[in-house]
């Protein structure tokens, strides 16, 4: 297993090129299940995580290829409605190819997947939705088992606004019979993106971008090109990095992004004292004097995404002066807390809210990678602890960062990639 040696306190500035959003990908690959042909989807990021979603796809029968970020995906032989227990639990956003299962074959077997490193995360509100369109679900030896004749339109309330369930239901209700309506619906970019895919592909959508979705079902849809949009979090993640430098940087230029997704994360760096310029595609953070401790509470787009929960604890860990962090979206997502504390922060955490303490420096120290965002917040720490910090078990990272080390060496951090130690 890989992991990072990373030699903190160098001076860090440039330009940096953001990639193809992970969460956009897992929605769109699946997607293309919907209609029988070829898609092109480009700007896809290198990561592990779309990689489990194209050999998922590929499982089933459908032929990908990849060339200079277009991935190209023939749907045109699918022969399997299974996405088996060893994709599913490497990745939950496997439970994608649900919708588009059932709605374009009437049948689907999807396994279910389980916890996350921290915490349960259900998928009770895919289920339910689809059971709303008029699918027959039963839960079979970890299995969901879903089928219908044809799918019809319904009403869907979700407790919860969510981004997979939205997903999922939409993906669903396309090839419906009769008009879907998804109350709470999520609105982030990524699920916006969908829709404009999904309608590209001769669905109807009425109310993108908004919490009230109607879906008119067609009988038919057909194959679609689309270029994925700009990754908030990988953007968020080095604006962060740039902020976290504090004296020891110079500004960061972020390249190829969209500033309107990651408006709440500007406005709060703002508030922390940095002076952010946008334009339509690039954003760039000047060096910050010092970094004024400020609250944030994680909700949903637009307000401050969980994603950056970890990253922003990792910044407020050398404020100056305490401040609370609240995940409102996941409870128990704080496993990168700890790790912190060995690198010399002063957080502690209660329920789902951390209080953080500004120390005035951290030090390097060997940490645990544990899911991909806490892993971020490591490498932020590590490139301003004093000395070396070593984050092991970077596959979480890779999970969802394309050549992050390479694109950080290029900022001026000393930061490598080593065979790690095995646990
Ligand atoms: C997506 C993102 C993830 C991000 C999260 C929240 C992808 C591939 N992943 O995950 O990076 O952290 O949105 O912005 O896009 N919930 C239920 N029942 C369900 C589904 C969700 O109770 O059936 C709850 C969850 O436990 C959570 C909340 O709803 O508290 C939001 O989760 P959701 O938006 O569904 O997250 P994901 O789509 O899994």
Request: proline fraction near 4%; hydrophobic fraction near 45%.
């Amino acid at each position: 297993m890989d992991k990072f040696v990373i030699n903190g306190g160098k001076f860090l500035s440039g330009k940096v090129t953001i990639g193809g959003a992970k969460n956009a990908s897992l929605a769109l690959m699946p997607a293309t299940i919907l209609a029988s042909g070829i898609s092109r989807l480009s700007n896809t990021p290198d990561l592990r995580d779309v990689t489990t979603m194209r050999r998922l796809l590929e499982t089933m029968g459908i032929e990908i290829s990849s060339a200079e970020q277009t991935m190209t995906i023939n749907t045109a032989s699918i022969n399997s409605f299974e996405a088996p227990y060893e994709h599913v639990k490497k990745m939950r956003a496997s439970i994608y190819v649900l919708g588009p299962l059932v709605a374009r074959f009437g049948k689907a077997k999807v396994s279910l997947p389980g916890g996350c490193a921290w915490g349960p995360r259900p998928v009770n509100l895919h289920v339910e939705g689809i059971r709303r369109l008029g699918a027959e679900i039963e839960l079979e030896a970890g299995y969901i088992i879903a089928k219908a004749k044809r799918l019809h339109g319904a009403r869907v309330l979700f407790d919860i606004s969510s981004v997979g369930a939205t997903g999922n239901v939409m993906m669903a209700a396309v090839l419906a019979k009769g008009t879907t309506l998804i109350e709470n619906a999520a609105q982030e970019p990524e699920i916006v993106q969908l829709s404009e895919f999904l309608i590209t592909m001769g669905a109807k959508i009425h109310g993108v971008g908004t919490g009230r979705l109607e879906i008119e079902g067609v009988d038919e849809l057909h194959s679609a090109d689309i270029t994925t949009i700009p990754d908030r979090i990988e953007a968020g993640t080095f604006l962060i990095a740039g902020a976290i430098a504090g004296k020891r940087g110079g500004s960061i230029r972020l390249e190829k992004c969209n500033p309107h997704h990651i408006g709440a994360l500007i406005i709060k760096l703002e508030d922390a004292g940095a002076t952010v310029k946008t334009g339509t595609d690039w954003v760039e953070l000047s060096p910050m004097e010092k970094i004024a401790p400020i609250n944030a509470t994680t909700a949903i787009y637009p307000g401050f995404p969980t994603d950056m929960q970890a990253q922003w604890i990792a910044l407020m860990s050398l404020a100056g002066g305490t401040s609370i962090v609240t995940d409102t979206v996941y409870f128990d997502r704080f496993m990168h807390v700890p790790e912190l504390v060995r690198l010399g922060a002063n957080i502690t955490v209660k329920e789902n809210i951390a209080t953080v303490v500004g120390v005035r420096s951290l030090a390097g120290a060997k940490v645990m990678s544990t899911d991909l965002r806490a892993s971020a917040s490591l490498v932020l720490a590590g490139l301003v602890a004093e000395g070396t910090t070593e984050v092991l078990r970077v596959y979480h990272i890779d999970r969802g960062y394309e050549s992050m080390e390479k694109k950080l060496q290029a900022l001026g951090a000393d930061i490598r990639r080593e065979q790690g130690e095995e646990f």
